[in-house]
Structure formats: C-alpha cells, structure tokens
C-alpha cells in the first residue's frame, strides 16, 4: 500500500477536490474523516492554559493525511472553505463548550478563519449560531485571521470582524511578520492579539536580530492595546527568551503538541514555564 503523502503527491488537485467534495457532502464521512486537534496557548509567565487552538486534520481513505495548508488550500480554490470552515467552528465550539475550567479559568478556543471564508455573507450569522448551538460565550472564542484579511474588500472586513468584537469574540492576526506583514495592519485591523511567526522563535535561520525585533513588536502592541503570542516555541531556552522578552502569550512542542480532544487538551495542565526571576537572571539585556 503506497504510504500517504506518496498517494498525495500522486494525486492531482482536482482529484484531492473531488474527495474534499464529497467529504463535506456526506455528513457522515464528514464526521468521520474530519477531525479536529487542539493545542495549548499558556499565558506567560505562569504557564496557565488561556487558549486553545483548533487545527483541522483530513484523513482520506485514499490520499492518507491531507496536511491542513494543503487542505485549505484546495478549499480555498474550490469555494469548500465556507463548508470546511463552517465545520471546524461547529466542532471546535462544542468541544470548548465542554471543557472544565483549568488554572487559568475555562480556555478559549481559537479557530482559524481563511479570508475567502470571512468575506462569505453569512459569516457573522454562522458564528453567532455556532455559539448559540454550543453554548459557548462569545469571550470563549477567538477567530485567527491572516494578514490577507481584507485585501479583496477592506471595509466588508473591517465591518465583519468589528461586529463580532462587540459581541465579545476576539480576534488574532496569525503569522505576523511572515511575508509582507505590514506595521499598518496593526493600525488598521480591528485586534486584540497579534500571533508572532515562528520563523522568529525556532526558525532555520533565526538570529540576535530575532529578539530585536520580538523587542520592538512587544512594546509597538503593547501601546497598541494588543496582547502578543509568540509561536512555535520548541525548548524551554525559547520559553525563557520570550518570557523575558515580555511576550504574553505562548504556543509550541514545548507546552503541548496538537492532540485530539479526547487527550483533554482543553483541560490541560500547566506546562512547566520557568520562572519569571529565573529568566531575569539568565537574559542578557539588549
Ligand atoms: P497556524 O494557524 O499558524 O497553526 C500553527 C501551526 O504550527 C500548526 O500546523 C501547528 O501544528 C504548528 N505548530 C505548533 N507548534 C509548533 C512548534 O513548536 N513547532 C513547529 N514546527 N510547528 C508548530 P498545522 O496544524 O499543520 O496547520 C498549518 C496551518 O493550516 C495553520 O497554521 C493554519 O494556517 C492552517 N489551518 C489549520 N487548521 C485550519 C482551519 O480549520 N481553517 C483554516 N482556514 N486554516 C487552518
Ligand atoms: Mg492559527
Ligand atoms: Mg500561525
Ligand atoms: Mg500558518
């Protein structure tokens, strides 16, 4: 039997969009062959789970596992991602509805949102129901968008995402600083956390200049009124810089690897942070 990503890498796209059709037509395979992993955010420097990110997976019995940016992006070309994504936020609402409350009280769920999805009509009635069909509160969700937010129709987005804060739901700018990421966005978006690429924290090709820039990011969103995650953090040396460099929040291998929600991520433990005191003592000041 040909391994997963070998069959994938076969496959044409049209034929990975056909599966993906038929998936989300079938309520049945949908539950089946869908899911959706959850990982830890922690505030810093404690360590408290705050948040949790919910990440799609695919499992095709033909393809094997689908990686999400290929997922995604075969639904974004093909007009599923209103269906894909409308699933995601069902699901990941009821599994958040359902988690006990942790150390840091009960974890928000954080649920990625493609820009094409965000500019669909119905995009704040289909949040609005999916807390309402979960019971979820609007403050335990929070939407992550891509700085291709709003290219197409800048005020339609604006609009969108506005009325979803009122009603208490938050938003993160996701891998910011990746590619053209602009200052201006920051300004112009309406955002209550702005995720940090992991390019700057356990990147190939990271450097002394990393936590310069983590620096001054850190103090442009804290004047901005926004809380700062820093992701992909791999190593408790990681943990350590970006604790000191002030970062509120935190997401990686080192605190939690994405797992099913049967794994009782949402109700996870504190992850071993160290310190605040001991990262002062260990970092060298700018
Ligand atoms: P993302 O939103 O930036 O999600 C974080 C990605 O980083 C996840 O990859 C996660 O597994 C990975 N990650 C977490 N910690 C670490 C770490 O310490 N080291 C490294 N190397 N990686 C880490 P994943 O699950 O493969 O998802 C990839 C991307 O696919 C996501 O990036 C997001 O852009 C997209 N995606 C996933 N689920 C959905 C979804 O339901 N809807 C939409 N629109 N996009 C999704
Ligand atoms: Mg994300
Ligand atoms: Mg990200
Ligand atoms: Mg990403």
Redesign the pocket.
């Known amino acids: 039997m040909p391994s997963g990503s070998t069959a994938l890498s076969r496959a044409s796209t049209r034929h990975v969009e056909a599966r993906l059709r038929e998936v989300l037509a079938d309520p049945q395979r949908r539950d089946s062959d869908l899911d959706?992993?959850f990982?830890p955010i922690v505030a810093l420097p404690r360590g408290d789970v705050v948040e949790v990110?919910?990440?799609?997976r695919w499992h095709d019995e033909r393809l094997g596992e689908v990686?999400?940016?290929v997922l995604?992006g075969v639904a974004e070309d093909s007009r599923l991602?209103g269906d894909?994504?409308r699933w995601?936020l069902e699901r990941a609402s009821r599994a958040a509805a359902s988690w006990p409350d942790g150390a840091g009280g009960r974890p928000a769920v954080a649920?990625?949102?493609?820009p094409l999805?965000l500019e669909e009509p119905g995009f704040v009635d289909d949040v609005r129901g999916a807390l309402a069909r979960s019971g979820l509160p609007a403050d335990g969700l929070v939407l992550?968008v891509?700085e291709a937010v709003g290219v197409a129709d800048p005020g339609a987005t604006h609009s969108v995402l506005s009325t979803l804060r009122r009603d208490g739901v938050r938003v993160a700018l996701?891998?910011f600083g990746m590619g053209r990421s602009s200052l201006t966005l920051l300004r112009d978006l309406p955002l209550d956390l702005v995720?940090i690429d992991?390019s700057f924290v356990?990147g190939p090709r990271r450097g002394a200049s990393d936590a310069v820039l983590l620096r001054l990011l850190v103090d442009a969103c804290h004047s901005l009124g926004l809380q700062l995650v820093a992701?992909?953090?791999?190593d408790e040396a990681q943990a350590r810089t970006v604790t000191a460099l002030g970062v509120d929040r935190a997401?990686?291998?080192?605190f939690g690897?994405?797992a099913p929600d049967a794994d009782g991520v949402g109700a996870a433990s504190r992850a071993p942070v160290p310190t605040p005191l001991d990262v002062r003592a260990e970092v060298v000041g700018p």
């Open positions: 959706v992993h990982q990110e919910a990440l799609v990686p999400p940016d995604v991602v894909l994504g995601v649920v990625n949102v493609s999805q992550e891509t996701d891998d995720k992991r356990s992701e992909g953090v791999e997401q990686g291998w080192y690897r994405p």
